[in-house]
């Protein structure tokens, strides 16, 4: 049972464009989500978060989008950097604290 | 410590062999949860501790994994008779409350059972 879904397992995009990685979700329950992003031989770090009453968030050049209705939130990076080169992570909380997470996205920042 | 510490970062194992794993939370977080990265796959939940509740052990995969918080602090994962799928980075993390906002990971045990 997949609650939270990130179809992308990759993407590749040039330096100084826009990332857009994209999250589905299943549980309309869920009323607050966040980013992680992920290097190698690291644990993921929180990124930036949103709550189900906003429908953006904005922390430099980090923004979450949230949809309600097409239970789809998304992360746009502008401009990309090589340092951003991880995996992004979309969560989102249950009951108790526990984040579910997706599978991830493997962003690749090309110079 | 300022992060959460996992150790070893690093073990290889024989089949049938058990092993444990071991998490140092940050000082002050009741909460503590346990998840794991395989090959490929996304994070998924094992167990969570929150301070002198008793653990939520609903994503534990079999009877074979066991995990302990000893004092509110430190906890041990154990995988008994380790098999290959088992092969995987397990992570720790540790959070001040139950929110699930803002976890903070440590950098994993990289088991591989061969």
């Known amino acids: 049972d997949q609650q939270v879904k990130q179809n992308s397992p990759s993407l590749s995009v040039q330096e100084g464009r826009i990332s857009i990685l994209n999250c589905d979700y299943t549980n309309s329950m869920f009323d607050y989500f966040l980013w992680y992003k992920k290097y190698p031989a690291e644990g993921p770090t929180f990124l930036i978060s949103i709550s189900s009453i906003k429908d953006k968030n904005e922390d430099g050049r980090f923004t979450v989008f949230l949809n309600k209705s097409a239970k789809h939130l998304s992360l746009h990076i502008v401009p990309s950097q090589p340092g951003d080169s991880a995996v992004y992570f979309c969560?989102?909380?249950?009951?108790?604290?526990?984040?579910?997470f997706g599978q991830g996205t493997e962003l690749s920042v090309k110079p | 410590g300022a992060g959460v510490s996992q150790s070893p970062s690093n073990k290889v194992t024989e089949k049938g062999k058990d092993v444990e794993l071991r998490c140092d939370p940050i000082s002050g977080h009741t909460a503590l949860y346990w998840y794991r990265q395989s090959l490929g796959q996304g994070l998924e939940f094992l167990i969570y501790?929150?301070?002198?509740?008793?653990?939520?052990k609903s994503g534990l995969p079999s009877d074979r994994f066991s995990a302990e918080r000893t004092g509110g602090s430190v906890s041990t994962l154990t995988i008994q008779r380790t098999q290959q799928e088992d092969s995987a980075v397990y992570l720790c993390?540790?959070?001040?409350?139950?929110?699930?906002?803002?976890?903070?990971f440590g950098s994993g045990t990289r088991l591989t059972v061969v």
């Open positions: 501790f929150q301070g002198n509740s008793a653990p939520d």
């Open positions: 969560a989102a909380p249950r009951w108790g604290g526990k984040l579910i």
């Open positions: 993390a540790s959070s001040i409350g139950a929110s699930g906002d803002g976890y903070t």
